[in-house]
């Protein structure tokens, strides 16, 4: 495979894109936000069922590329049961693992990381970092109860 | 159109005319499918703008110096070229703006603000650019004018019938694109006009992807209006032209005020220059338009027709290559269609097939090429967009098949 090509499309990241988890909207939500990139056109809304400081359901909806639904599809899993805070500490982390310089996340390596680690391809190709976190700072809209769509732009 | 492929055309020795080409990406060759968003230059381009600096530059149509008066005569000697390109009647409809974006943003505004009221309707089509959707979206929100939207049908042409029952009484512009930039639709742009005037009704034509490739003649097609930018016709880009039919023109106010469009300035009462130097504020793109002029004069001199009948051939065989993917389906299927091959795989988003042939050195656009509501018209988000310019070949459309295959290998398709 090319150079960067077998780091960006990893086995694990092909699976979640052809089957995503926790996919489709979520009767039970009472958070929700939407994302676009006005780029591609690519579109994502997050459902989340928030229960104090609980995020006891999380699913999503989405249009998009192998990497946006791969990332929304992994995000959603890994935020299931988490508090509000592990979730943003959560998406922190991974922002620094895919957009930073040095690719380093701060923190302690942990489960969620290693297998979000899988993402971290996408450094080797600029123009896909926004496809990566898309999700993300839908989660986080969606937690701060923002009523705006979320842009990567 | 169509010509035999056999048409002397010396394509090795063209490439060697565009420095860029020779460039290596990711180790590959360049195989540069991205014309329609901007084409790459030739030498002789390059030379003009370097030329112009170093060697007939000052500020134009001001200084009583050496310098300015050779600066002056350039540009002008270019708005000649320019014009004798498109059969103008005259040199004072040729504007120069900063690409087609400003040029139909130009119309909207002095034009839609003195001739749309309450009620007015603006005809565009299902695949407008959003460069010419949204400037009369702004001039409407001002003025109280309606946009109508002409309907395409699966193959992507006009729906004509559509059309005409939407020219009526309250009909104040039709503004249509030459070429889809999207799909490559020709359209048929002199019935459009024809049917348009019947009812004394103006017509801009966008032209951004029609002029590399078309001969554009607008006294032929009477357009009242036709824009397109310089950088897709192998010239510089931040120039681009606006033409309009110079009665049209006389009666619109100016665009921007500042220097040059001017004829006396006084705190009382200002008047203003003649055409086309009352559209023209600020000092202009002076060694993009001199540039553009060059451009022009190189691919007239390659021939147009033999562009064309480079191009259809690339189109045709390529249609054909990528015809044999199972897993492809074009979007833009026309009878008359030009130089853009638009298209999806099953199971493989637009921006993962782009990535992956960007690789392979192949440079595509995936996205929705500034042209959403098409998209929605066929239910996608994105298409694969491979565009051909007079400088592509069939062994760089077998790179693009190829790395194809490599996609399919990838997503295991």
């Known amino acids: 495979m090319s150079t960067g090509l077998s780091d960006l499309y990893q086995e694990v990241i092909l699976d979640h894109s052809r089957h995503p988890r926790n996919f489709g909207a979520a009767e039970s939500a009472n958070r929700q936000a939407r994302g676009n990139n006005p780029l591609c056109g690519d579109r994502v809304t997050v459902y989340l069922a928030v229960d104090g400081h609980h995020i006891n359901d999380a699913r999503f909806d989405a249009r998009g590329c192998a990497i946006s639904i791969a990332s929304a599809s992994m995000m959603t899993e890994m935020i299931k049961g988490k508090t509000v805070a592990q979730a943003k500490s959560l998406f922190d982390r991974f922002h620094m693992l895919v957009a930073s310089e040095s690719g380093e996340a701060n923190g302690d390596s942990d489960e969620d990381m290693t297998e979000l680690a899988s993402l971290s391809g996408v450094r080797a190709f600029p123009t896909r970092i926004k496809c990566a976190t898309l999700a993300w700072h839908a989660m986080s809209a969606a937690l701060d109860g923002a009523d705006d769509d979320v842009k990567t732009e | ?413």
């Open chain 2, 1 to 413: 159109m169509k010509m035999a492929s056999s048409v002397a055309f010396d394509i090795e020795r063209v490439r060697r005319d565009f420095p860029i080409l020779s460039q290596q990406v990711y180790d590959k060759p360049l195989a540069y499918f991205d014309s329609a968003a901007s084409a790459q230059k030739p030498t002789a381009v390059i030379e003009a703008i370097k030329h112009t600096y170093e060697t007939e530059y000052a500020n134009v149509h001001r200084g009583v110096h050496y310098m300015s008066q050779k600066a002056t005569d350039a540009m002008e000697a270019a708005r000649e070229t320019i014009r004798a390109f498109i059969n103008a009647a005259s040199e004072r409809e040729i504007i120069f703006v900063r690409g087609a974006t400003e040029g139909i943003n130009l119309v909207a505004d002095c034009w839609g603000r003195q001739n749309l009221k309450p009620g007015s309707e603006i005809i565009l089509s299902q695949m407008e650019h959003h460069s010419n959707i949204v400037p009369w979206q702004l001039i409407a929100e001002r003025t109280g004018a309606i946009i109508k939207v002409v309907p395409v049908n699966d193959a992507g042409e006009l729906e004509m019938d559509a059309y005409e029952d939407l020219l009526g009484d309250r009909t104040a512009m039709v503004s249509l694109t030459h070429v889809s930039n999207a799909l490559g639709t020709i359209t048929p742009m002199a019935e459009i006009v024809r049917l348009a005037h019947a009812r004394g009704v103006p017509v801009l034509v966008d032209g951004c992807q029609a002029i590399p490739h078309l001969p554009v003649d607008v006294q032929a097609l009477d357009a009242d209006f036709y824009v397109f930018s310089g950088h897709k016709l192998y010239g510089p880009s931040g120039i681009g032209v606006l033409y309009g039919k110079e009665a049209l023109l006389d009666a619109m106010p100016p665009y921007q005020g500042g220097g040059e469009m001017i004829d006396l300035v006084s705190f009382e009462k200002t008047t203003y220059a003649d055409l086309p130097f009352k559209f023209e504020a600020g000092t202009p793109h002076i060694a993009g338009v001199i540039a553009l002029g060059t451009a022009i004069d190189y691919i007239t001199g390659l021939g147009l027709e033999k562009i064309a009948a480079h191009e259809d051939d690339l189109l045709a065989y390529g249609t054909e290559q990528l015809g044999k993917i199972n897993s492809l389906r074009f979007v833009g299927t026309a009878a008359d269609k030009t130089a853009i091959l638009s298209f999806v795989l099953d199971d493989v988003h637009p921006h993962d097939i782009g990535t992956i042939l960007d690789r392979e050195g192949v440079a595509v656009r995936t996205g929705h090429h500034c042209a959403q509501p098409i998209m929605e018209r066929y239910d996608i988000a994105a298409t694969v967009r491979a565009s051909i310019g007079l400088y592509n070949t069939r062994e760089e459309i077998d790179v693009l098949v190829t790395a194809l295959g490599r996609v399919q290998e990838i997503f295991g398709s």
